[in-house]
C-alpha cells in the first residue's frame, strides 16, 4: 500500500512538472508572437505528448520524451503562424535547454534536502508507523516545494529572455541562429558528456561519481548555472550588436537622404538664378514687345507673349509653402503622385521664425510623402497639412490605405510592411525627438495618417 501511495505521489509530480513546463512555453512563446488565442496550444501540444510517451511501455528514454514532446510543440507553433521560423526554432531549442537544466539543478537541490530531512526522521525517536507517515509526507511536501521552485525559476529565465530579446517582430537570418544556439548546444553536449562519465564510473564501481567526489557536482551544478546565464548574456550581445547595425544603417539612410536634399536646394538655386535671369531681362522683353507692336505685327507679339509666359510659368510652383526647399519638394512629390494616378493635396506652411532646420523638415516630408505615395496606390489619395498650436508644430501626412498596418512595440510600423509605411520611420522619429517631438501613426476608416510633433523652441 505504501508503494501505491509513494507511486501516485510520483505520477502527479510528474504530470505536474510537465504542466508547469508547458506552461512555461506558452508564455515564452506569448512574449514573442502574442497570439493570445492560440498561445495555449504551444504548451497544449508539449504536455499531452510528454502525458502520453511517459506511459508507453517501449518508450524508457526521458530524454527521448523531451525531444518528442519540444518538437510537437515547434510544429504547433509553425501551424500558428506564417513566418519567423528560425525565431521559432531558436525558441524551441532553448527552451529544451534551459526546462532540462532548471529541472536538473532543482532536482539535485531537493535531493540534498530530502536526503537531510529523511535522515532526521529516521533518527527520531517514534514508532515506525510515525515514521512512515513522517516520510511519505516529507516526499510529498518536498514534491510540492520542487514543484513551485521550478516554476519560479522557469518563470525567470522566460522573463529574462523576453526582456533581453528586443527585436521580437524580425526572423533571424541563419548566421544569427546559429550563434545563439551556441550556449543551448554546449549545455547539452557538455550535459550528455557528464552522463556518459556517471554511467562508466557506475558500472565500474557501483557507485555515481557525485558520491565519491561531491565537490564535482558542486561544480558541475555552477556550470549549469552560468550556462543558463549565457544563453541570457548572448541575447543581450546578439541584441547592441543589432541595435548598432540598425543605427549605422540609419546613419547611411539619412546621409542619402540629406544628399537628396542638397540636391533639392541645388535646384532651388538654379530655379532663382534663372528667375534673377528674366527678372534682368524683363525690359528687353518690354521693348521687343513695344517694337513689335508699333510695327503692327500683332501675330508675332502674341506668339513672343506666349512664349514669355510660357518660360515664366516654369519657373513657378503650383504649391506655395513660404520656404523654397519644401516648395520644391511638394511640387516633386505632387508631380510623382499626379503619375502614379493619386490625388495630391496640400495645405502645408513652413513653420516661419522658429529654430526648426528646413533639413529636418524636408526629411520628414520626403519620408512621410514617399511612404504615403507607394501605400496610397492608384486612385488614392495623399493628403499634407501643418499647423501651429503655440509652441508646437503638427504636420500631418494622410493617405488612402485598405489594408491592416502592422505596428510593432516601438510604435512604428514593422520593416518591410506592404502598407509602405516601414522605411524611413525610424530616422523621422530621430528628427522628432531632437526637437521634444514625436511620430505618432493612426489608423482609422481606410486611412493612415503620420504626425509629427516638434516643438518650435531652440533643439
Known amino acids: 500500500m505504501n508503494e501505491l501511495y509513494y507511486e501516485i505521489a510520483s505520477n502527479i509530480y510528474c504530470m505536474a512538472i510537465q504542466a508547469i513546463t508547458g506552461l512555461g512555453l506558452s508564455i515564452l512563446y506569448r512574449i514573442f508572437f502574442g497570439k493570445a488565442k492560440r498561445t495555449w496550444l504551444v504548451g497544449g501540444a508539449y504536455f499531452a505528448v510528454t502525458a502520453v510517451l511517459y506511459y508507453v511501455p517501449f518508450v524508457v528514454d526521458t530524454f527521448a520524451?523531451?525531444?518528442?514532446?519540444?518538437?510537437?510543440?515547434?510544429?504547433?507553433?509553425?501551424?500558428?503562424?506564417?513566418?519567423?521560423?528560425?525565431?521559432?526554432?531558436?525558441l524551441a531549442v532553448t527552451y529544451f535547454y534551459v526546462r532540462w537544466f532548471v529541472a536538473t539543478i532543482v532536482t539535485d537541490m531537493f535531493i540534498f534536502l530530502s536526503d537531510y530531512s529523511d535522515r532526521r526522521i529516521c533518527e527520531a525517536d517514534i514508532s515506525d508507523g510515525w515514521k512512515y507517515r513522517l516520510l511519505f509526507a516529507s516526499f510529498c511536501w518536498h514534491d510540492v516545494l520542487e514543484c513551485i521552485?521550478?516554476?519560479?525559476?522557469?518563470?525567470?529565465?522566460?522573463?529574462?529572455?523576453?526582456?533581453?530579446?528586443?527585436?521580437?517582430?524580425?526572423?533571424?537570418?541563419?548566421?544569427?541562429?546559429?550563434?545563439?544556439?551556441?550556449?543551448?548546444?554546449?549545455?547539452?553536449?557538455?550535459?550528455?558528456?557528464?552522463?556518459i562519465y556517471d554511467d562508466v564510473y557506475l558500472q565500474k564501481t557501483g557507485r555515481y561519481v557525485s558520491d565519491d567526489y561531491p565537490v564535482l557536482s558542486v561544480w558541475w551544478t555552477f556550470g549549469k548555472i552560468v550556462l543558463l546565464a549565457a544563453i541570457i548574456c548572448m541575447i543581450a550581445l546578439y541584441q547592441r550588436l543589432k541595435e548598432k547595425q540598425t543605427q549605422e544603417k540609419n546613419a547611411a539612410l539619412l546621409a542619402g537622404q540629406i544628399q537628396d536634399m542638397q540636391s533639392h536646394i541645388a535646384q532651388v538655386e538654379r530655379l532663382y538664378t534663372e528667375i534673377r535671369g528674366v527678372k534682368h531681362d524683363v525690359r528687353s522683353h518690354v521693348g521687343v514687345m513695344a517694337g513689335l507692336l508699333e510695327q503692327g505685327n500683332y501675330a508675332e507679339a502674341e506668339q513672343y507673349l506666349q512664349r514669355w509666359q510660357e518660360t515664366v510659368a516654369a519657373l513657378d510652383f503650383s504649391i506655395q509653402t513660404g520656404n523654397p526647399v519644401?516648395?520644391?519638394?511638394?511640387?516633386?512629390?505632387?508631380?510623382?503622385?499626379?503619375?502614379?494616378?493619386?490625388?495630391?493635396?496640400?495645405?502645408?506652411?513652413?513653420?516661419?521664425g522658429t529654430q526648426i532646420d528646413v533639413f529636418d523638415v524636408s526629411?520628414?516630408?520626403?519620408?512621410?510623402?514617399?511612404?504615403?505615395?507607394?501605400?496610397?496606390?492608384?486612385?488614392?489619395?495623399?493628403?499634407?497639412?501643418?499647423?501651429?498650436?503655440?509652441?508646437?508644430?503638427?504636420?500631418?501626412?494622410?493617405?488612402?490605405?485598405a489594408g491592416k498596418l502592422a505596428i510593432g512595440e516601438?510604435?512604428?510600423?514593422?520593416?518591410?510592411?506592404?502598407?509602405?509605411?516601414?522605411?524611413?520611420?525610424?530616422?523621422?522619429?530621430?528628427?522628432?525627438?531632437?526637437?521634444?517631438?514625436?511620430?505618432?501613426?493612426?489608423?482609422?476608416?481606410?486611412?493612415?495618417?503620420?504626425?509629427?510633433?516638434?516643438?518650435?523652441?531652440?533643439?
Open 410 to 459: 516601438n510604435g512604428l510600423p514593422v520593416s518591410g510592411s506592404r502598407s509602405g509605411h516601414g522605411f524611413g520611420m525610424q530616422n523621422m522619429k530621430l528628427i522628432a525627438q531632437k526637437y521634444f517631438g514625436d511620430i505618432e501613426i493612426g489608423q482609422r476608416d481606410g486611412e493612415v495618417t503620420v504626425t509629427a510633433l516638434l516643438m518650435c523652441g531652440k533643439p
Open 65 to 90: 520524451v523531451y525531444v518528442g514532446a519540444i518538437f510537437a510543440a515547434f510544429l504547433v507553433m509553425l501551424a500558428c503562424g506564417r513566418g519567423g521560423g528560425r525565431l521559432k526554432i531558436f
Open 326 to 352: 519644401t516648395d520644391v519638394i511638394l511640387n516633386e512629390k505632387a508631380a510623382e503622385a499626379a503619375a502614379g494616378q493619386i490625388h495630391f493635396s496640400s495645405d502645408f506652411h513652413y513653420p516661419a
Open 363 to 401: 526629411i520628414l516630408l520626403n519620408n512621410a510623402i514617399s511612404n504615403a505615395i507607394e501605400a496610397a496606390g492608384a486612385g488614392g489619395y495623399v493628403r499634407v497639412t501643418a499647423s501651429r498650436r503655440g509652441n508646437a508644430c503638427l504636420i500631418m501626412v494622410s493617405n488612402s490605405f
Open 149 to 195: 521552485f521550478f516554476g519560479l525559476m522557469l518563470w525567470g529565465i522566460v522573463r529574462g529572455i523576453g526582456r533581453a530579446f528586443l527585436d521580437k517582430e524580425s526572423d533571424l537570418q541563419t548566421g544569427e541562429l546559429c550563434v545563439l544556439l551556441i550556449p543551448s548546444v554546449l549545455g547539452m553536449v557538455f550535459y550528455k558528456i557528464y552522463r
